[in-house]
């Protein structure tokens, strides 16, 4: 019954991140004005913004006229809810679930926004920051983001150097950040090791075009997050053979 109500909780912050990354590259109010067609702007009613059954029931189309409606915005509902039932059963029912919930809520958001526009906004990157550090370690939390941030800063100048050119932007660097106070180390290590696995066949593929990187690093974190004992076990198999 707890990990129903913890998915159409999901569903309901899915909702908002769907305005979230509609939104917020546009340099929009997140509240205001109220949700719309996108098509026709005619405002919607309550009973059209339900999660996932709106869509369902409208078929896919907009109530007014009838524009169809991206399929995108119920999965990302879906995803949202199954996140929030998987970090749910991973850690429990503990005071900074919302926070891990948040945390986790803003690195998908900011993973379609660089999807949609290759650059994501600092207000979303810090806020999935922010919700990260606050647990039962938290000055360990905000240590172990300085030192992530820090480190990956320092590859990206050598790299760069290197390159003669940038090889990754500020927003990966906070990312960085962010993994670092969720994990800590060495699991920290593991998720940045398992991103560029994850990015690898699509940076080959898009070599010319260029793939977005914060995607790559919000999944490797939240692999990593939920499935950390088998992480340890790659640490130790690496350290001791």
């Known amino acids: 019954m707890i990990g129903l109500s ?10 908002f ?5 509609h939104r ?5 109010n997140i509240a205001f004005p109220a949700s719309h067609c996108p098509k026709c702007k ?15 029931f409208l078929r896919g189309k907009c109530a007014f006229c009838k524009t169809k409606i991206s399929i995108r915005y119920p999965i990302i509902e879906i995803i949202t809810g199954l996140l929030f039932v998987a970090l749910y059963y991973k850690i429990g029912l503990t005071w900074y679930l919302p926070f891990v919930f948040f945390s986790f809520a803003s690195l998908f958001a900011l993973s379609m926004i660089d999807f949609d526009h290759m650059a994501v906004p600092d207000s979303v990157n810090f806020a999935a920051l922010f919700f990260a550090i606050i647990n039962p370690m938290f000055f360990d939390s905000i240590i172990n983001g300085a030192i992530a941030a820090f480190g990956l800063f320092a590859i990206s100048w050598i790299s760069s150097k290197i390159a003669n050119k940038e090889t990754m932007g500020e927003a990966d660097i906070i990312v960085a950040a962010t993994m670092g106070a969720l994990l800590g180390f060495p699991l920290f290590f593991i998720s ?7 990015a690898l066949i699509p940076s080959l593929i898009y070599r010319d075009k260029g793939v977005p990187f914060v995607p790559f690093l919000a999944l490797a974190a939240l692999i990593v997050y939920i499935f950390d004992p088998y992480a340890y076990n790659v640490i130790e198999m690496i350290m001791h053979g």
């Open 6 to 15: 913890i998915f159409i909780l999901g569903i309901i912050i899915g909702s």
């Open 17 to 21: 991140l769907n305005v979230v990354i």
């Open 24 to 28: 917020v590259p546009l340099e929009q």
């Open 42 to 56: 005619t405002p919607l009613k309550w009973w059209h913004n339900i999660p996932i059954l709106s869509f369902v």
């Open 192 to 198: 940045i090791f398992l991103s560029a696995l994850l």
